[in-house]
């Protein structure tokens, strides 16, 4: 039997998430109140470094790659780094290994990180791909519109992440969590395009993001 690939339209289970996500969209308002001057400069990248030496042990540099599990941080959008960054330190995306880590960090601090690894390049690739797996996955991000907010070649933009080349294991784990509204980020496009999407189908997606040439 040959798989077949299913395009699914995005549906949103708003009962689950609007709590959560007004809560959300108002502590977010806060910081770009706070920090929309801050997030329009440049940060700081060299400050960064300085400030970032415990970070790269898990979440690697242009030299050695992420722990598994971990995100890679080198090369990716710093507006989605400095808005994850804020989440984390806010208690409103719970990552135990990082907690208390962020505690006192200014907004300063976190747009000169955020240009410290966006500035990073990328570790050798990952292992070679599983030819039928990768088109897999290549069909399902086509039919199902990921390109059209991660952009093309999935590079991201602004606050929406950089997904290619990204950690195998960490797309698995990322996806699983939106589709099971563990995890909501800015808003809920992710919640709505994961709604439903089997374990088979993420693991291809990912395995076509992580070998994206
Ligand atoms: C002990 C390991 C560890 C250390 C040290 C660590 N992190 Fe993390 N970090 C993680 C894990 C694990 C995640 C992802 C959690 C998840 O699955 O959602 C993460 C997620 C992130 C993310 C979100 C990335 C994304 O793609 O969504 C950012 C940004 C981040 N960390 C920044 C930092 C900074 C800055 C430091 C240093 C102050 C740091 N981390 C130190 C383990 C670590
Ligand atoms: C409607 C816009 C939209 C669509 C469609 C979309 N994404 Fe996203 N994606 C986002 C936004 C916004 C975020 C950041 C959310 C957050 O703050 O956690 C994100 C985050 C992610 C992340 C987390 C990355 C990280 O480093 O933590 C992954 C992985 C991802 N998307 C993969 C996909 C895949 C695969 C598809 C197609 C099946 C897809 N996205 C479709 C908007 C979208």
């Known amino acids: 039997m040959t798989d077949r690939v299913i395009v699914r339209r995005p549906q949103v289970r708003r009962s689950d998430l609007v709590a959560h996500v007004t809560g959300f969209a108002a502590a977010v308002a806060l910081f770009c109140f706070s920090s929309c001057v801050f997030a329009q400069s440049k ?18 540099t242009s030299k050695s790659p992420p722990l598994a599990g ?61 030819a039928a797996l990768h088109a897999r996955g290549a069909a399902l991000a086509q039919g199902m519109g990921c390109a059209s907010c991660h952009f093309g070649n999935f590079e991201g933009q602004r606050q929406i992440p950089r997904i290619a080349t990204q950690r195998e294991d960490y797309l698995v784990a990322s996806l699983k969590a939106y589709r099971d509204n563990k995890r909501t980020g800015i808003d809920t496009s992710m919640n709505a395009a994961m709604y439903q999407v089997s374990d088979a189908d993420i693991a291809a997606l990912a395995h076509y993001l992580a070998h994206y040439k």
């Open 70 to 130: 971990m995100p890679a941080l080198g090369r990716q959008q710093p507006e989605f780094l400095v808005l994850q960054m804020f989440l984390i330190r806010e208690g409103l995306r719970d990552v135990p290994e990082m907690r208390g880590m962020l505690n006192g960090w200014s907004d300063r601090d976190l747009g000169d990180v955020a240009a410290y690894f966006a500035a990073q390049t990328l570790p050798p690739a990952n292992a070679k791909a599983d």
């Open 43 to 60: 940060g700081d990248a060299a400050r960064g470094e300085a400030k970032s030496a415990a970070c790269a042990a898990c979440h690697g």
